[in-house]
């Protein structure tokens, strides 16, 4: 079925190549904009050292979230940490020679699959159970969900139920780094699992996904705690002091 | 008792989150700026002409002049952590209140003009175009936030909507839409050197009689000089703290500590306030003239250091923009950092041993502390992460005998603003200052019950005034807030210098050295 494979192939180079793109602009954006005022939230580390250990702490475990709010932190570590072993399994799929570390966590991958969709599930349910989730909701906020629920589903669907041909999965994927195209199996769930994932692809860099690079620029994260100690001062600041 | 015009909230015994009850706070509006008050500050009088457009032009370039603003209008994702974060919310039950949904009346109207999303689907992300009722909104609750920085503890990006408000009233002060209170404030320290507009002989003559009723009740000269050049200190401190009660018990205090330390000291009528409003209204520029005040009066006087008395924002500011506003500084004295605070100050002669403390002076009290929300999450003292919460709490310790601490959850990072900070403490928003307080007032109602405290020590001068005014509203005394340098004011015991005995230079009179003769 060349045409499938065509369309698909070029939806991909276009999410891609969008993903890719939009995502630079964001964080050349971030890097650009200065932030003229030391505004950590304090007690802050006062050396870098000390704020490299924030910064993992809040990427891996979700520190002030855990303070913030356990059943949330429960829910949306499950989600994140779960998509992200998926996302190292699927590194499979990319790669050629797959690289032992990747062997080795293929099965994990598989239960991070379903601790993805509890975490998600989870997640959605605050968002109608509890009133003041409910009142900031947006119809972006539950779709955002809803791609993701569908995205899990429908590969948890392929793997467990309605299997695809996935060696030439990866011949089409592998392909599409050459500019060859290798003809990607017509299942429907692999087709509909794929297109979201490059519809996920396509809005990342323009929702509130920019909360993962995000996180990295936040001042309030990513400051020392130093002000009196060395003088911090930006380009359009010290333009104020030459009248 | 006061009295109420609106239902002061009952106090509970644990916390309980409210549930959301949409525009119980709609109809509280700060008043509205004048026009001699917005032009000192470089601000438009009244609403401009084409207010929108501006409105949006200014918001473009505070995107690219912060980068809090940019990375936190793009990073939330609705996880509603901070939803029960805010004391304004927790008292009031408005959603708007919610630091997400205050930030949403800025996000979407950011959506609408700056993100491709907005742009195209604004519906289905929220977005909204900068209308009318808008603008009423931001004017509304963007005046409903103590800028005290809790939300951004517990988000999971530190999200701080003090960030968000200060640039909202930055805009709206940009098409002439601004506080009276803090733009009014501002204008006072421009003409006339400190918040309340007192004029240097006022200062001047207050000091003098300070120092009389300190002979009276010590025996001891101390002195509160201003304007000395030459002093080796510089001392700013909010205006507060040179008449009203219960600050100026804190300000006898910090200068029978400056006596005891042997350093010559002086006040400054330049820099005669250590409050700060430009922060209040977002306004770099304003605030970086408010500080540089500091930095004249500082060259002016040749002093060697600068402390800063008890203030929250005001120490905020001196802590984590002074060295940005107005440095470098490497003029003073380089073995001290600048500036220090009077608790580092304290708390140092305490260690080495220089103060001779007698707790039991302070035995008529039970006491505990109040963090102040802009010096426990926006500052530190001493060396270490932390020290600000550990720094005053050692000085009570050392000046009382009977000290406890508030719920954990209400202390330190997680401290609960007073409901009066950020601007807000004037009495057209009194409504929203008692309700805010609410998560404040469980707290003390608690140690009150279980540890019979009598007293909350404060090292700011906005919470003091804040607590003053509404302690009253919860069935407690307006005295049951105090200074911690009260504190160490009461326990201290001073040391007689050689010219105690003698006649002076007639500042004190006759009749008062005989009675201390006994
Ligand atoms: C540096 C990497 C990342 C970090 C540190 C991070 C962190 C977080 C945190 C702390 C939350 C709030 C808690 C929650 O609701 O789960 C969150 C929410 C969310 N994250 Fe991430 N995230 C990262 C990457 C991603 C990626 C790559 C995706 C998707 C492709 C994603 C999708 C989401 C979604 C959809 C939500 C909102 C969940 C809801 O609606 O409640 N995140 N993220
Ligand atoms: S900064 Fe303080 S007052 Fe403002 S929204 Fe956050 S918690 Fe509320
Ligand atoms: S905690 Fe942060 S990310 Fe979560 S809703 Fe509040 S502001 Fe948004």
Same mark, same amino acid.
């Given at each position: 079925?060349?045409?499938?494979?065509?369309?698909y192939?070029?939806v991909?180079y276009?999410?891609?190549? +969008?993903?890719?793109?939009?995502?630079?602009?964001k964080?050349?954006q971030? &890097?650009?904009?200065?932030a003229?005022?030391?505004?950590?939230?304090?007690?802050?580390? &006062?050396?870098?050292?000390?704020?490299?250990l924030?910064?993992?702490?809040?990427?891996?475990?979700?520190?002030?979230l855990?303070?913030?709010?356990?059943? &949330?932190?429960?829910?949306?570590?499950?989600?994140?940490?779960?998509l992200?072993?998926?996302?190292?399994?699927?590194?499979?799929?990319?790669?050629?020679?797959?690289?032992a570390?990747?062997?080795?966590?293929?099965?994990?991958?598989?239960?991070?699959?379903?601790?993805?969709?509890?975490?998600?599930?989870g997640?959605?349910?605050r968002?109608?159970?509890?009133?003041?989730v409910?009142?900031?909701?947006?119809?972006?906020?539950?779709?955002?969900?809803?791609?993701?629920?569908?995205?899990?589903?429908?590969?948890?669907?392929?793997?467990?139920?309605?299997?695809?041909?996935?060696?030439?999965?990866?011949?089409?994927?592998?392909g599409?780094?050459?500019?060859?195209?290798?003809?990607?199996?017509?299942?429907? +769930?692999?087709?509909?699992?794929?297109?979201?994932?490059?519809?996920?692809?396509?809005?990342?860099?323009?929702?509130?996904?920019?909360?993962?690079?995000?996180?990295?620029?936040?001042?309030?994260?990513?400051?020392?705690d130093?002000?009196?100690?060395?003088?911090?001062?930006?380009?359009?600041?010290?333009?104020?002091?030459?009248? | 008792?006061?009295?109420?015009?609106?239902? %002061?909230?009952?106090?509970?015994?644990?916390?309980?989150v409210?549930?959301?009850?949409?525009?119980?706070?709609?109809?509280?509006?700060?008043?509205?700026?004048?026009p001699?008050?917005?032009?000192? =500050?470089?601000?438009?009088?009244?609403?401009?002409?084409?207010?929108?457009?501006?409105?949006i032009?200014?918001? *473009?370039?505070?995107?690219?002049?912060?980068?809090?603003?940019r990375?936190?209008?793009?990073?939330?994702?609705?996880?509603?952590?901070?939803?029960?974060?805010?004391?304004?919310?927790?008292?009031?039950?408005?959603?708007?209140?919610m630091?997400?949904?205050?930030?949403?009346?800025?996000?979407?109207?950011?959506?609408?003009?700056?993100?491709?999303?907005?742009r195209?689907?604004?519906? =289905?992300?929220?977005?909204?175009?900068?209308?009318?009722?808008?603008?009423? #909104?931001?004017?509304?609750?963007?005046?409903?936030? @103590?800028?005290?920085?809790?939300?951004?503890?517990?988000?999971?990006?530190?999200?701080?909507?003090?960030?968000?408000s200060?640039?909202?009233r930055e805009?709206m002060d940009?098409i002439?839409?601004?506080?009276?209170?803090?733009?009014?404030?501002?204008?006072?320290?421009?003409?006339?050197?400190?918040?309340?507009?007192?004029?240097?002989?006022?200062?001047?003559?207050?000091?003098e009689?300070?120092?009389?009723?300190?002979?009276?009740?010590?025996?001891?000269?101390?002195?509160?000089?201003?304007?000395?050049?030459?002093?080796?200190?510089?001392?700013?401190?909010?205006?507060?703290?040179?008449f009203?009660?219960?600050? %100026?018990?804190?300000?006898?205090?910090?200068?029978?500590?400056?006596h005891e330390?042997?350093?010559?000291?002086?006040?400054?009528? =330049?820099?005669?306030?250590?409050?700060n409003?430009?922060?209040?209204?977002? @306004?770099?520029?304003?605030?970086?003239?408010?500080?540089?005040?500091?930095? /004249?009066?500082?060259?002016?006087?040749? %002093?060697?250091?600068?402390?800063?008395?008890?203030?929250?924002h005001a120490?905020?500011?001196?802590? @984590?923009?002074?060295?940005s506003?107005?440095?470098p500084?490497?003029?003073?004295?380089?073995?001290?950092?600048?500036?220090q605070?009077?608790?580092?100050?304290?708390? $140092?002669l305490?260690?080495?041993?220089?103060?001779?403390?007698?707790? @039991?002076?302070?035995? #008529?009290k039970?006491?505990?502390?109040?963090?102040?929300?802009?010096?426990?999450?926006?500052?530190?003292?001493?060396?270490?992460?932390?020290?600000?919460?550990?720094i005053?709490?050692?000085?009570?310790?050392a000046?009382?005998n009977?000290?406890?601490?508030?719920?954990?959850?209400?202390?330190? $990072?997680?401290?609960?603003?007073? *409901?009066?900070?950020g601007? =807000?403490?004037?009495?057209?928003?009194?409504?929203?200052?008692?309700? *805010?307080?609410?998560?404040?007032?469980?707290?003390?109602?608690?140690v009150?019950?279980?540890?019979?405290?009598?007293?909350?020590?404060?090292?700011?001068?906005?919470?003091?005034s804040?607590?003053?005014?509404?302690?009253?509203?919860?069935?407690? /005394?307006?005295?049951?807030?105090?200074?911690?340098?009260?504190?160490?004011?009461?326990a201290?015991?001073?040391?007689p210098?050689?010219?105690?005995?003698?006649? $002076?230079d *007639?500042?004190?009179?006759?009749?008062? $050295?005989?009675?201390?003769?006994?």
């Open positions: 079925m060349p045409f499938l494979t065509e369309l192939a070029y991909f276009g999410a891609a190549l +969008v993903f890719v793109s939009g995502l630079t602009y964080v050349v971030y &890097t650009l904009t200065p003229p005022l030391k505004i950590p939230t304090t007690p802050a580390p &006062t050396a870098r050292g000390g704020v490299v924030r910064m993992t702490r809040e990427v891996v475990l979700f520190e002030s855990f303070r913030g709010n356990k059943w &949330t932190w429960m829910f949306g570590w499950l989600f994140h940490f779960g992200f072993l998926v996302t190292l399994r699927h590194l499979r799929y990319f790669l050629n020679p797959v690289p570390f990747i062997e080795f966590i293929q099965p994990f991958g598989v239960y991070a699959g379903f601790a993805m969709m509890i975490g998600l599930a997640l959605w349910a968002r109608f159970l509890v009133d003041r409910r009142y900031i909701s947006a119809c972006a906020d539950h779709l955002m969900l809803a791609l993701l629920f569908l995205i899990g589903a429908s590969g948890l669907m392929i793997h467990f139920l309605v299997h695809t041909d996935i060696v030439a999965v990866k011949t089409f994927i592998i599409l780094y050459r500019f060859t195209l290798n003809p990607l199996p017509a299942d429907p +769930v692999l087709l509909f699992h794929l297109a979201l994932v490059a519809g996920l692809m396509v809005i990342f860099p323009y929702s509130k996904l920019l909360h993962a690079p995000g996180l990295f620029f936040s001042p309030t994260r990513n400051q020392v130093n002000p009196r100690e060395r003088r911090h001062l930006v380009a359009w600041a010290s333009r104020l002091e030459r009248p | 008792m006061a009295k109420a015009t609106f239902k %002061v909230p009952t106090l509970c015994q644990y916390p309980q409210p549930p959301v009850t949409p525009g119980t706070m709609a109809h509280s509006s700060p008043f509205l700026s004048k001699e008050f917005q032009a000192p =500050l470089g601000f438009p009088g009244e609403l401009v002409e084409n207010w929108q457009e501006r409105a032009e200014k918001m *473009g370039e505070l995107l690219t002049r912060y980068r809090s603003l990375v936190y209008l793009d990073s939330c994702v609705k996880c509603g952590a901070c939803t029960d974060k805010c004391h304004y919310f927790l008292g009031t039950q408005d959603p708007k209140n630091p997400v949904g205050r930030q949403d009346l800025m996000r979407k109207v950011y959506r609408r003009y700056f993100t491709s999303a907005g195209l689907f604004p519906k =289905l992300v929220g977005a909204e175009d900068f209308t009318k009722e808008v603008l009423d #909104d931001w004017y509304s609750y963007f005046h409903q936030c @103590s800028q005290c920085r809790r939300c951004s503890v517990f988000c999971p990006y530190g999200i701080d909507t003090a960030e968000v200060m640039a909202a805009i940009a002439g839409v601004g506080q009276k209170y803090c733009n009014e404030i501002i204008g006072k320290v421009y003409k006339i050197g400190n918040n309340l507009g007192l004029p240097g002989p006022a200062l001047i003559d207050t000091l009689g300070l120092e009389e009723d300190v002979f009276d009740d010590t025996g001891v000269h101390v002195r509160y000089p201003i304007d000395q050049v030459g002093a080796e200190v510089l001392f700013v401190t909010p205006s507060a703290d040179f009203a009660e219960p600050h %100026v018990d804190g300000l006898i205090g910090y200068g029978k500590v400056m330390s042997g350093l010559t000291w002086t006040f400054s009528s =330049l820099a005669s306030e250590a409050a409003f430009g922060l209040f209204i977002g @306004s770099y520029e304003n605030m970086r003239k408010v500080a540089l005040r500091i930095r /004249e009066a500082a060259i002016q006087l040749k %002093v060697k250091r600068i402390v800063f008395g008890e203030c929250g120490w905020r500011v001196g802590y @984590s923009f002074l060295n506003l107005a440095g500084w490497d003029f003073l004295d380089p073995r001290y950092p600048v500036p605070h009077i608790c580092e100050f304290t708390y $140092d305490i260690q080495q041993g220089r103060l001779t403390l007698d707790k @039991s002076h302070n035995d #008529d039970v006491l505990t502390f109040h963090d102040s929300c802009n010096v426990a999450r926006a500052s530190r003292m001493g060396d270490t992460p932390g020290g600000q919460f550990e005053p709490r050692a000085i009570i310790r000046t009382c009977h000290f406890y601490d508030m719920d954990e959850e209400t202390i330190r $990072d997680r401290t609960f603003c007073c *409901g009066g900070g601007g =807000l403490l004037t009495d057209d928003l009194i409504e929203l200052r008692v309700k *805010g307080a609410k998560p404040r007032m469980e707290a003390l109602n608690n009150i019950q279980e540890k019979c405290v009598t007293h909350m020590v404060a090292i700011c001068a906005i919470c003091k804040q607590f003053t005014k509404i302690l009253p509203f919860y069935g407690m /005394e307006m005295d049951q807030v105090i200074s911690l340098h009260q504190l160490v004011s009461n201290i015991i001073l040391t210098r050689d010219d105690d005995a003698d006649d $002076d *007639g500042a004190q009179g006759r009749a008062d $050295d005989e009675d201390d003769a006994q």
